[in-house]
């Protein structure tokens, strides 16, 4: 097979350190294993912050759940405190699936370590 007439010049501006974009896409034409590291690359940051929105949709539903069981301490009756009480629950729920989303996902992307995952994101008990 016929070597591209660039590859050489591509070759050369390699080793003297030129920079260019019109270089890189001609070195990434010639040279897939530079390709497939970008990509890589690219994937491995995508992962990281989608880990990243999921671990913010737990802080959300753990700051939400805080709350709540704030407001029951401060209800000023028994109608609102059960009312709150009620509201507690379905948002600790939330939190707990939040959490075992946080699992799922770490699991999916190869991180086995997850028992540390209670213990920084505790859920209190039902109200």
Not at 43 to 60: C, F, N, P, S
Not at 72 to 93: G, H, K, M, S, W
């Amino acid at each position: 097979m016929r070597e591209a007439p660039w590859s050489r010049l591509v070759r050369e501006l390699k080793d003297t350190g030129y920079e260019s974009p019109y270089l890189d896409r001609l070195r990434a034409r010639l040279d897939p294993a530079e390709a497939v590291a970008r990509l890589e690359t690219e994937i491995v940051q995508e992962m990281a912050q989608a880990l990243g929105r999921t671990e913010d949709k737990l802080d959300y539903a753990l700051l939400r759940l805080e709350l709540a069981a704030r407001a029951i301490d401060a209800a000023p009756d028994e109608l609102v405190r059960y009312e709150r009480v009620r509201e507690f629950n379905t948002l600790r729920q939330e939190a707990i699936e939040a959490r075992r989303n946080l699992q799922i996902h770490r699991e999916a992307i190869g991180i086995r370590r997850n028992r540390m995952l209670d213990d920084l994101y505790p859920i209190p008990p039902r109200r």
